[in-house]
T-cell receptor, first 113, second 116 residues
């Protein structure tokens, strides 16, 4: 069972470079999310998508763009990377419902130098 | 804005002890609450989910309770083992009628070490 798959797992970028984190889920979920995790700050929501074709800002959207390419895929783009974007990024997916768990990918470790 | 607090931030106990991890949240209009486990360098594994209409959930040696009115949840681990060592995260999902972003609001976690 693949669940939520993220690529790449590790990436080092130079300040100002751009890159895209890819995420795919095979559970036919409508909702997908991108979080970042930083020491002392916990996990914070960057963007989410309630369904194919829709995206909304979370708590920390500045410096990021997202695309919900289809129901399976939700990508996160850094247009001009900054050292403050050094973090671990997690993609997640869920159905919306009181009893529905949110499932997380394994994470992408990004370092901006 | 929903805020989630976990106490203690770190805990070290001998193997075999029963222990309680605490989670509090400021907005009681929650949809559900989840407890996760995170091992170093790994993703999040869902342990238990409690719906807003429920009071507790159990899975093996784990029991999670929810008191919505007081904004509190506890995770009880019975007969702790060294393999339980990890960071435990509490997260709440707001009810849709509240508006705002969907998704989970996380606490900063409790780092648990079980000494052999």
């Amino acid at each position: 069972n693949a669940g939520v798959t993220q690529t790449p797992k590790f990436q080092v970028l130079k300040t100002g470079q751009s890159m895209t984190l890819q995420c795919a889920q095979d559970m036919n979920h409508n909702s997908m999310y991108w979080y970042r995790q930083d020491p002392g700050m916990g996990l914070r929501l960057i963007y989410y998508s309630a369904s194919e074709g829709t995206t909304d800002k979370g708590e920390v959207p500045n410096g990021y763009n997202v695309s919900r390419l289809n129901k399976r895929e939700f990508s996160l783009r850094l247009e001009s990377a900054a050292p403050s974007q050094t973090s671990v990024y997690f993609c997640a997916s869920s159905e919306f419902g009181m009893g529905n768990t949110i499932y997380f990918g394994e994470g992408s470790w990004l370092t901006v130098v | 804005k929903q805020e989630v607090t976990q106490i203690p931030a770190a805990l070290s106990v001998p193997e075999g002890e029963n222990l309680v991890l605490n989670c509090s949240f400021t907005d009681s209009a929650i949809y559900n609450l989840q407890w996760f486990r995170q091992d170093p360098g790994k993703g999040l594994t869902s342990l238990l989910l409690i719906q807003s209409s429920q009071r507790e959930q159990t899975s093996g040696r784990l029991n999670a309770s929810l008191d919505k009115s007081s904004g509190r949840s506890t995770l009880y681990i019975a007969a702790s083992q060294p393999g339980d060592s990890a960071t435990y995260l509490c997260a709440v999902r707001l009810t849709p009628s509240r508006g705002g972003a969907d998704g989970l609001t996380f606490g900063k976690g409790t780092h648990l070490i079980i000494q052999p």
